[in-house]
């Protein structure tokens, strides 16, 4: 298990070393503390509706005083995308929080505006240290009628998988048909409990944004893979175990690679289907034990600024993935968008049918801010000026649109010329 532990160093150390595996960090941990602190004010006052004003200009000072220091050579701090991941990272004080560790924790939702409680159960490594992270994050899903408590237990039992991963089990509606759903007050989903649970331990645990995994077991497998079509950003992978995939398309999963642990023909059809389309790995290994799970998750990270983007929206989920968003509007056979991004020319190019308008967030690790960016829809060319923006990127780290693996400094929304296909159709 010794190579299995060095992957776990590497791993940690690369958050700290680069953000994202695209750019180093241009300054110190200290300076991403003091940032961060600067961050968690103008969050709490948010939160609190008072003194944001004052919270976000001093945290425009702080960020001012980096246009001093040598990387910069009085650049827009706003370019540096990896530093300002890594002082959002630090805002969320993990090193206050009061942890369990070394043992199964059960735990209910917090902040719930549903209703109903939604239980889950967590798991720290014994030797947890905010200071030592971040962490891999699993967030599991049960079999069909087994307990949080129970699944953490008996089947995510390996040491070396205990002593350097968070593992998170939620719980699901009692009927399965509800797993997929969305949820509503009163009417328990899965998505719902998913994303709640999703958002209380990543506000808890040092946990790697690049490093969060969804995992279901049995009939959890199709579950997840469901889900996670609905937010294909939040996660580095899915990961099935001795369940089928179900009826689930691959179609928004270029980025979003899978590895079966068991599963059967669904799975490998799943499998093929991705390696067809040339979108992300999907692995079938029937034998695979807990681990090569574990080296699997330790290998995988994010594609946080992936070059290509295909997704095949729906009501109301998904409209959103990476560095695009689309309206929500009525649902239309054949609707789709893909976006391609080249560093190289500093353009855009989005293809799309029925959709009208496409949202496209930027930073400087897709593309230049300083230099004019070329945006092409459906043929028609926009080149236009992105100005980083403060007042931007701080709505997208309040609406936790920005997390610390992914952060965007810039949006601007395009018309998409219709198509001959959407006339004819």
């Not at 980083?388 to 609406?399: A, E, K, P, W």
């Amino acid at each position: 298990m010794r190579k299995l532990r060095n992957l776990l160093v590497v791993s940690g150390l690369l958050f700290f070393a680069s953000a994202s595996v695209q750019e180093a960090h241009l300054l110190k941990e200290s300076d991403h503390r003091k940032i961060g602190k600067e961050i968690a004010e103008c969050i709490e006052a948010k939160i609190k509706e008072k003194g944001r004003f004052k919270a976000e200009e001093k945290l425009r000072d702080a960020l001012g005083k980096w246009t001093k220091k040598k990387p910069f050579k009085n650049k827009d701090p706003l370019f540096a995308t990896a530093d300002l991941g890594a002082c959002l990272w630090h805002s969320m004080g993990y090193d206050k929080k009061k942890i369990t560790k070394g043992k199964v924790k059960s735990k209910t939702v917090a902040d719930n505006p549903y209703g109903y409680d939604i239980e889950y159960c967590v798991w720290a490594p014994s030797k947890y240290r905010a200071k030592s992270g971040p962490y891999p994050l699993v967030l599991c899903i049960p079999e069909a009628g087994q307990r949080t408590f129970d699944h953490l237990i008996e089947d995510w039992a390996l040491g070396d998988l205990r002593s350097s991963t968070i593992l998170a089990a939620v719980s699901m509606p009692e009927d399965v048909s509800a797993w997929t759903e969305l949820g509503s007050p009163g009417k328990p989903g899965g998505y719902a409990n998913l994303m709640l649970v999703f958002k209380e331990v990543t506000q808890s645990y040092a946990v790697d944004f690049d490093q969060i995994f969804l995992a279901g077991k049995g009939a959890g497998v199709a579950a997840a893979l469901q889900l996670a079509e609905l937010a294909p950003d939040r996660f580095a992978g899915v990961i099935g175990r001795t369940g089928d995939a179900g009826e689930v398309s691959h179609e928004n999963f270029r980025n979003l690679p899978v590895f079966f642990a068991g599963g059967g023909q669904q799975a490998t059809a799943f499998a093929e289907a991705m390696e067809e389309a040339g979108f992300a790995e999907a692995v079938t290994r029937p034998e695979a034990l807990e681990e090569d799970v574990l080296a699997w998750i330790l290998a995988t990270r994010r594609r946080s600024y992936p070059q290509e983007i295909s997704l095949r929206p729906r009501l109301p989920f998904p409209n959103k993935a990476y560095w695009l968003e689309i309206p929500h509007t009525e649902e239309v056979e054949g609707r789709m968008i893909h976006g391609k991004l080249d560093p190289a020319t500093n353009e855009i190019t989005i293809t799309a049918k029925h959709v009208s308008s496409v949202t496209i967030y930027f930073n400087d690790l897709m593309l230049d801010l300083d230099l004019p960016v070329t945006v092409v829809c459906n043929g028609v060319r926009n080149e236009d000026v992105i100005p980083r923006n403060f007042t931007t990127m701080m709505h997208l780290i309040y609406f936790g649109r920005n997390d610390a693996g992914r952060f965007y400094t810039a949006s601007r929304e395009y018309d998409i010329p219709r198509v001959e296909e959407e006339d004819e159709g």
